[in-house]
């Protein structure tokens, strides 16, 4: 008869950092039936070991809760993984044409090369985008699209070809197609301030067929496993249509194929259908419906859109027009009644004021007590709001926008309004609920340690000091809002975030201690292990014999995900980036035989470190040491 206590699997000789406030620390833990069942001693979590139970020896690494973001596009994203070719954490412009130039070579006509967002100028060493002559020169014949966070995008001229955009061809509200002398479109899109022309220039692409949108969404999971990552809240998306969008994470979610929790929002499609949407969302759907790996998390973030400000902060700030509280109060009505929570895109503190006013009037007829309801940004919140907010019960879903966009701020704003943009540390001090997350895939990379990294820091990814150090999080605060805080946000306190008995058995084990490691080389953090449910779903170095669930090849064979990998290039084997050279070969790329007196040879620093070229006194520093000068 089987032991009912008997693990599945133990992890024994770790250095848990469990941010259960009783039991902080641990050397192993236990694991049955997708749960932790004990947490402690190495002895006192092997009494439940049998023959049939998995060991697996940490050697005294670091181990974190499985990381979950709480604001990204992972539904949406997960079906164009594949077709997209990624420079986030790519530091040199050069480098990031090197690879587009090659990926033109290998991608077949109609097909479009695409880069969509995740990245800004402001990382390259050349802090600037690619001209257009360039795009032509690299691309004459494939469609090139690459979208810079949601202010603009750059059409080479076949792309302007595949789209039809002509001299005729009218600007569309909020956006602008720029123009040569003689009228004729350039390549140019502007968001002013409006993303639409943004969404629907890209939707005129190819898309994939199912099978390969099925095996998109696994790869784009598996690089998400990759660096840590165990559990998202989807926040919807333009051009994301329920439920029809929605049949591939169903499919994966029916055949136990998922490796990262979804817990997903509904985002309505139309201006001024939206009261019709959510009411029948809320007669078809029920909240919570689903698993504890795909289940229904409410509404938004797109609630009506007439309160939708943009966040591009190379245009003024947008005023909502005159009829955003009648359209938002329809539908948080509707919410509320039916119980539903819900979250809501909010980038400017004028924007959050005119939504409580709504949001209070509802809670003085329909108590919005238990309701777990958010705002999303919020990078310029107020004192008043915050409080306010408090006061409600609500939360804020903050997002590493700004290490991305803090450069353009700054331009409009000056830097002083930047400071605490958003003010993290002054809402945990109110008492608010409060997580983090990206907002990936295109305002900003999905990858939660730039995330983490501006937490702690405040710079933003071009190297500038955004944030003073009071608003800046401790290195287990910043953890927190990416763990214990975030289950709040899709009403699972209790259920995960900690390492914990009865918690799920949720647990990443990065390749450098987080609370150790310099400030500089958290960006570049990466997972050893995940596990999600108690299963290895992500293991590499010494852990790779354990990686028994890799998805198949990308699909199609012209992938970039088959040449690049994701982040920074990370699956490049030819040597296409300084990057990728430096970690195959970091000590070997370097002209002297000696270790380096001045900068000790920290070339892998010196291969995720922004250049600063226009320093001559940090220059040589930055690449790791005075050697690279000869």
């Given at each position: ?578 990057q990728q050279a430096l970690r195959r070969h970091p000590v070997a790329m370097c002209g002297c ?38």
């Open positions: 008869m089987a032991d009912p206590t008997a693990a599945d699997l133990i992890l024994r000789n770790g250095a848990f950092t469990t941010l259960d406030r009783e039991r902080p620390t641990a050397q192993a833990v236990a694991i049955k039936g997708g749960r932790f069942t004990r947490v402690g001693t190495d002895a006192e979590v092997m009494q439940l070991a049998v023959p049939a139970t998995k060991v697996i020896d940490l050697n005294g690494r670091r181990v974190l809760p499985g990381l979950c973001d709480s604001h990204t596009h992972i539904i949406r994203g997960g079906l164009n993984f594949n077709m997209e070719l990624r420079w986030d954490g790519v530091h040199s412009l050069a480098d990031a044409m090197a690879m587009l130039k090659r990926q033109v070579a290998v991608t077949p006509p109609p097909q479009w090369v695409r880069v969509v967002g995740g990245f800004t100028e402001q990382q390259f060493a050349e802090k600037r985008l690619p001209t257009l002559e360039e795009l032509n020169a690299v691309a004459p014949d494939t469609p090139v699209f690459i979208l810079h966070l949601y202010d603009r995008a750059l059409l080479n001229a076949a792309a302007l070809r595949a789209v039809g955009y002509t001299k005729e061809t009218p600007n569309p509200p909020g956006g602008e197609i720029a123009r040569d002398r003689n009228g004729n479109p350039t390549g140019l899109l502007l968001a002013k301030p409006n993303a639409a022309i943004l969404y629907a220039t890209l939707a005129r692409g190819p898309k994939l067929p199912l099978e390969y949108q099925i095996n998109s969404t696994r790869h784009f999971m598996r690089e998400l496993n990759r660096l840590g990552v165990t559990s998202v809240i989807d926040a919807g998306g333009g051009f994301q249509n329920y439920p029809e969008d929605y049949e591939v994470i169903q499919k994966l979610a029916d055949e136990g194929q998922i490796t990262v929790r979804v817990a997903y929002n509904l985002f309505t499609q139309k201006a001024k259908q939206e009261k019709e949407d959510f009411l029948r969302w809320t007669t078809a759907s029920r909240y919570k419906q689903g698993d504890d790996y795909f289940r229904h998390n409410g509404a938004g973030e797109m609630l009506v859109f007439s309160a939708a400000d943009f966040e591009d902060f190379r245009q003024p700030r947008p005023d909502m027009p005159a009829d955003m509280e009648g359209d938002l109060e329809d539908v948080v009505r509707i919410l509320a009644e039916n119980r539903w929570p819900w979250r809501m895109h909010a980038t400017y503190d004028e924007t959050i004021h005119r939504a409580l006013d709504v949001f209070e009037r509802v809670n003085r007829d329909i108590p919005l007590d238990g309701l777990h309801w958010f705002f999303d940004h919020a990078e310029t919140i107020s004192d008043a709001s915050m409080d306010r907010i408090a006061a409600l019960g609500g939360g804020i879903a903050v997002q590493h926008r700004m290490a991305y966009q803090g450069e353009y701020f700054v331009e409009r704003y000056g830097a002083v309004a930047a400071e605490a943009t958003p003010p993290v540390a002054r809402m945990l001090s109110k008492g608010i609920h409060v997580s983090a997350g990206t907002d990936a895939t295109r305002v900003a990379s999905y990858n939660p340690w730039v995330s983490l990294a501006w937490l702690i820091t405040g710079k933003t990814v071009g190297g500038l000091q955004l944030t003073r150090q009071h608003n800046c999080l401790d290195r287990e605060t910043a953890l927190r809002l990416w763990t214990e805080r975030a289950a709040w946000f899709s009403d699972e306190e209790g259920n995960k975030g900690l390492i914990k008995d009865g918690h799920l058995a949720d647990l990443c084990v990065p390749d450098r201690d987080l609370f150790i490691c310099p400030e500089s080389e958290i960006a570049s953090t990466t997972a050893l292990l995940t596990v999600v449910g108690g299963k290895v779903v992500y293991a590499a170095g010494e852990f790779s014999r354990w990686d028994d669930r890799k998805p198949p090849s990308a699909m199609p064979d012209w992938s970039p995900v088959r040449t690049f990998g994701g982040y920074a290039a990370w699956g490049d084997r030819e040597g296409a980036t300084m035989s000696n270790a380096c007196n001045v900068h000790g040879h920290n070339h892998l620093v010196a291969a995720d470190s922004s250049i600063p070229v226009s320093d001559p006194n940090n220059f040589w520093g930055a690449l790791g040491c005075a050697c690279w000068a000869g």
